[in-house]
């Protein structure tokens, strides 16, 4: 059985009045360290899809078998331990504290679960930024890191729970090219190592690196052979 199994799935959202269907009948299955891009154009249900893979959000209608639950009738303690345990996120503004320093962002997902004592959760969090390259930057604020690197730090954070699976919902939305290029370099390389990688683009050439291309238009989707 795939490791995500999304079948039948539909969701419809009120906006001024009307209903819009972000997910029209959808049906996807994703095997372990698979690369996916879902593309698509603004308001096309492409983030929708991934928060209900992602345990953010359920569908009315379908089913979403993940390892063997399914999240679509999963209570809110079975998906918050779902989020915390198997899902990492990086987001497109990067969402990290001002007032912390790299390492405290890395490790708050820990912090807030209760997870371990401050010294294991330190030790995870400077793991997690080795891992991405930045362990020498563990002390500094988000204002003095570049916009890559700030990117990575949120990546480290999102690794620090060991997930199976990372959403990257738009991750160079707020780089340059370079930045950009560097950000999925490290996420593919994530791939590598065995992380289910889907990231949410309306950028072309960042579809293009993955192995598998779902695009998604009027909630309904079709896929192709990525590129890399």
């Not at 795939?2 to 299955?29: H, I, M, N, R, W």
């Not at 096309?44 to 399914?70: C, E, F, R, W, Y």
Request: overall charge positive; proline content about 3%; hydrophobic content about 35%.
């Amino acid at each position: 059985m795939p490791f995500v199994q999304c079948s039948g799935l539909k969701k419809t959202y009120s906006v001024g009045g009307e209903e819009v269907k972000a997910l029209d009948d959808v049906s996807l299955s994703i095997e372990k360290g698979d690369f996916i891009a879902i593309c698509g154009p603004s308001g096309s249900g492409k983030s929708t899809l991934a928060n209900v893979i992602g345990g953010l959000d359920q569908p009315d209608h379908g089913t979403v078998m993940v390892d063997g639950v399914d999240l679509a009738k999963a209570k809110d303690k079975t998906l918050s331990e779902y989020r915390n345990k198997k899902i990492g996120y990086v987001f497109q503004s990067f969402n990290l504290q001002a007032h912390e320093t790299a390492l405290e962002n890395v490790i708050s997902p820990l912090t807030v679960a209760g997870v371990g004592k401050k010294q294991e959760r330190r030790e995870r969090g400077m793991k997690a930024l080795e891992r991405v390259g930045l362990a020498d930057r563990a002390k500094h604020k988000p204002t003095q890191l570049s916009g890559g690197q700030r990117q990575r730090v949120a990546i480290a954070r999102a690794l620090v729970n060991d997930p199976q699976i990372i959403i990257a919902d738009e991750p160079t939305g707020n780089l340059d090219s370079t930045r950009g290029a560097d950000v999925i370099a490290e996420l593919k390389r994530l791939n590598t190592e065995g992380i289910t990688l889907i990231i949410i683009t309306h950028d072309a050439s960042v579809a293009a690196q993955a192995t598998r291309i779902i695009e998604i238009k009027d909630g309904k989707i079709s896929e192709r052979t990525g590129g890399k």
